[in-house]
């Protein structure tokens, strides 16, 4: 367990992690998994990561679920791995990356499977768009 200092240092080096802006040949990711399967993400992530060639740093919070990734290599294999997280995690999001990095990926991860299904009932409930308005 990290107490005063060590926790402070761990903490500030999260915060310095994320908040960092993209090179033009990074990738930060923000990724979650239910906490339990926290492990094989990240796992997973580093295989990914070492199959496209990249190099990779993350912090992770085990009771979150939350795994900040900074991926970095040639922008081809970095779009490649992000497609890879995502359909593998479902849940990932594109926080920041060089503009030609962060062409083709979804920003937010996969649509649900059921997202047509969903978008109708909502319909059917809500006719005229007047609760929670979506785009169209």
Do not use: F
């Not at 060639?53 to 900040?68: D, H």
């Not at 900074?70 to 594109?94: E, F, I, M, T």
């Not at 979804?106 to 109708?120: I, K, R, V, Y």
Request: hydrophobic fraction near 50%; charged fraction near 15%; glycine fraction near 8%.
């Amino acid at each position: 367990t990290l107490r005063d200092v060590e926790e402070q240092a761990l903490w500030a080096a999260v915060a310095a992690h994320g908040a960092s802006i993209a090179a033009a040949d990074e990738l930060l990711v923000r990724l979650a998994a239910i906490p339990a399967e926290l492990g094989a993400a990240l796992t997973d992530s580093a295989a990914i990561a070492a199959a496209n060639g990249l190099k990779l740093a993350l912090a992770a919070g085990g009771l979150s679920g939350v795994a900040l990734l900074r991926l970095r290599g040639a922008p081809a294999a970095l779009r490649s791995c992000y497609g890879q997280l995502v359909a593998r995690w479902r849940h990932g999001q594109l926080l920041a990356a060089a503009p030609d990095v962060a062409v083709g990926p979804p920003n937010w991860g996969t649509s649900p499977a059921a997202a047509d299904l969903m978008h109708a009932i909502k319909h059917s409930l809500d006719p005229y768009g007047t609760m929670n308005p979506s785009p169209p």
